[in-house]
């Protein structure tokens, strides 16, 4: 007699368990920074952040704050707007926190862009809604942008 095995379930909306890294800001923080701004000034400075006021790039953006680590600020204009990010140094692990109305963090190397995608996919309520040059992570609440060619993280609030 012929016995029958079948496959175990696979739960395809399974929670990936990762540790935040300890250098920069987690995506749990940014996500109570988009809830209360003025937490930024209590949780930043842990992580040795430095801090720029309105920071613009030149005709590009701008930002109410931005919060740097292991970086230089780039050559400013005239108008003293910045020409580009911070750029990051050689030494530690080098990321920026730029605030307007939503909250971005970028990263230069590829095992921390890592991490916060991964913080990203454990993080509860948050599923893939858009997949294209920028993936797209939405509670209902809050939709959490990845773009992989510059390792920047966007968060806003869902329209």
């Known amino acids: 007699m012929a016995t ?3 496959a175990p379930a696979v739960d395809t909306t399974a929670i990936i368990q990762v540790e935040a890294n300890r250098e920069f800001l987690s995506i749990a923080e940014a996500l109570q920074m ?14 040795g952040y430095q ?4 920071y613009e790039i030149y005709r590009v ?4 704050a931005m919060f740097y680590k292991n970086c230089t600020l780039p050559k400013q204009t005239s108008t003293g707007a910045y020409l580009d990010l ?15 109305e939503n909250v971005e963090i970028g990263v230069y ?5 890592e991490n916060l995608v991964n913080q990203i996919l454990g993080t ?3 599923t893939l809604a858009h997949d294209g040059y920028e993936q797209e992570y939405s509670n209902g609440t809050y939709s959490i942008y990845t773009y992989n ?9 869902t329209l």
């Open 4 to 6: 029958t095995t079948t």
């Open 34 to 47: 988009m809830q209360d701004p003025s937490v930024a000034e209590k949780i930043l400075p842990k992580y």
């Open 124 to 126: 509860p309520g948050f």
């Open 51 to 54: 801090f720029k006021k309105n």
């Open 61 to 64: 953006n701008k930002y109410k």
């Open 149 to 157: 060619p510059m390792r920047r993280i966007r968060i806003e609030k």
């Open 109 to 113: 190397n590829n095992k921390a862009y």
């Open 86 to 100: 911070p750029k990051a140094q050689k030494k530690g692990t080098s990321s920026y926190v730029a605030i307007s």
